[in-house]
């Protein structure tokens, strides 16, 4: 990752050493299929709890009605971003898929922020930048206003 791209990004010109390389980053949470009484302040606790420091935890509805949690965890930006969360509801382990907030440059090959697909290392030569990619531009969110549930 080109570490004067992401020190850019949040306007840093410390040294990498120097640079501390977690951000709070807003995090939006969806389990499809989730029944409604799981949607509770104890289970969007235990969900930032997977994360190693989470600040804030809400509980929302989109425009449509669907409803989420959203979280602003620290995240290390020198690793990839994580697309999914695991969770244990009614001894079933549920799938959780995570959107970012005002996610900066994001490469949806290798899941660093920093570069774009064209620019990836893990990009095979002669490879169409446009196909076969691990993320996509579901795990950006477009802000909005969203209803307190």
């Not at 040294?15 to 009484?37: N, P, S, T």
């Not at 695991?86 to 900066?104: I, M, N, Q, T």
């Amino acid at each position: 990752m080109d570490a004067e791209i992401i020190r850019n990004i949040f306007k840093c010109n410390l040294l990498d050493e120097e640079f501390d390389w977690r951000r709070r980053i807003w995090l939006m949470v969806w389990w499809h299929g989730l029944k409604d009484e799981f949607y509770t302040k104890d289970v969007a606790f235990k969900l930032a709890s997977s994360f190693r420091e989470c600040e804030v935890v809400e509980m929302r509805k989109d425009r449509s009605g669907s409803k989420f949690f959203r979280i602003r965890p620290w995240v290390n930006v020198t690793k990839p971003i994580r697309r999914m969360v695991k969770f244990l509801v009614e001894s079933s382990v549920r799938a959780g898929c995570l959107a970012y907030e005002r996610l900066p440059h994001i490469c949806f090959k290798c899941s660093f922020l920093g570069h774009f697909v064209r620019q990836c290392p893990d990009l095979p030569e002669g490879a169409d930048p446009r196909r076969d990619h691990t993320y996509d531009l579901w795990i950006r969110v477009l802000v909005e206003k969203f209803v307190e549930n």
